[in-house]
């Protein structure tokens, strides 16, 4: 049976090169953003995207990940796709995992849809045979027929993400990982991925959603975090948290300039409440 149990993980990103900060005498700037690391001489070094991130999901859980722009939604996903490994804390994954976190990665432009399945499907460690029969339903769930022939460089932005997600669902993943870009799609695409999300989750399976799309989230999600500076503000049941954000979003958008807060003060008031 699949789980993903993340215990307290962070994850730091060094910084090699950073441009000037156009601050005065090398001062910090007096709000800047405490995820920055620096060095002694004040040199920025690093940055600390994710701290202390603790969930536990298991067969069936639906997750969604919820937070403003750059508050660790896409890096979190990409830590529990094992594309950046943990700096702090530890990541148990038990479970095949695959990802679609974003349009173009994985994708080869030059090669038609068919090639680009039959690349994707290789990858995934099925054997041509496999593959072959699978390509019925991904043609028939994508809704490209005869596009498939055709190179992915002529696919609209919709037909890539209907290429990936029916051709990644089709492998039956124990764990899948979704960002964004699936919220961008049509109506009915997306009430068709919603059932076929439904699908994978009752074949004992578990989906991490990530999106600014709140009714997406609502409709596919059991439960959610909120990420605010790269913590969790709230974990728990989606329509509370999805609730909880949108009213702390309300509250900053109305603040007066000299009472926005910091992602992290809002996180502190958030637990305060
Ligand atoms: N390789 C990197 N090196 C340094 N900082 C990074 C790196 N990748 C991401 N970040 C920073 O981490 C933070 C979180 O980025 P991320 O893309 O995960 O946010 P997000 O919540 O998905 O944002 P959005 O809603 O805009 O897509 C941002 O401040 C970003 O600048």
């Not at 690093?46 to 701290?51: D, E, I």
């Not at 508050?71 to 529990?80: D, P, R, W």
């Not at 399945?117 to 029969?133: K, S």
Request: aromatic letters at 6%; hydrophobic letters at 40%.
């Amino acid at each position: 049976m699949p789980s993903l149990i993340a215990e307290k993980l962070g994850l730091t990103l060094p910084i090699f090169k950073s441009g000037r900060s156009g601050m005065k005498g090398g001062k910090p700037p007096v709000h800047r953003d405490p995820r920055f690391l620096t060095s002694g001489s004040g040199k920025l070094t690093g940055f600390k995207v994710l701290t202390n991130i603790s969930f536990e999901l298991r067969t069936g859980d639906r997750l969604g990940i919820v937070g403003r722009n750059g508050s660790g939604k896409s890096t979190l996903l990409s830590v529990l796709g094992g594309i950046y490994e943990p700096t702090e804390g530890e990541l148990k994954v038990d479970g095949k995992v695959r990802g679609i976190f974003n349009l173009s990665l994985g994708l080869n432009n030059d090669a038609t849809g068919y090639r680009n399945i039959q690349m994707l499907g290789l990858v995934a460690g099925l054997t041509l045979d496999e593959i072959e029969h699978k390509i019925p339903e991904i043609a028939e769930f994508s809704e490209l027929d005869e596009f498939l022939m055709m190179p992915v460089s002529v696919y609209s932005s919709g037909m890539r993400m209907r290429l990936l997600f029916a051709t990644f669902t089709a492998f039956r993943p124990e764990i899948l990982l979704l960002d964004e870009w699936l919220g961008t799609g049509d109506v009915n695409f997306r009430q068709k991925a919603g059932r076929k999300m439904q699908e994978i989750v009752e074949d004992a399976g578990i989906v991490v959603l990530a999106s600014h799309n709140h009714k997406l989230l609502q409709e596919n999600c059991n439960v959610s975090v909120w990420l605010e500076g790269g913590q969790i503000a709230m974990y728990g049941d989606t329509q509370e948290v999805i609730a909880a954000y949108e009213d702390q979003q309300a509250k900053i958008k109305n603040a007066k300039p000299e009472e926005q807060q910091s992602p992290l003060k809002a996180i502190e008031q958030s637990h305060a409440e």
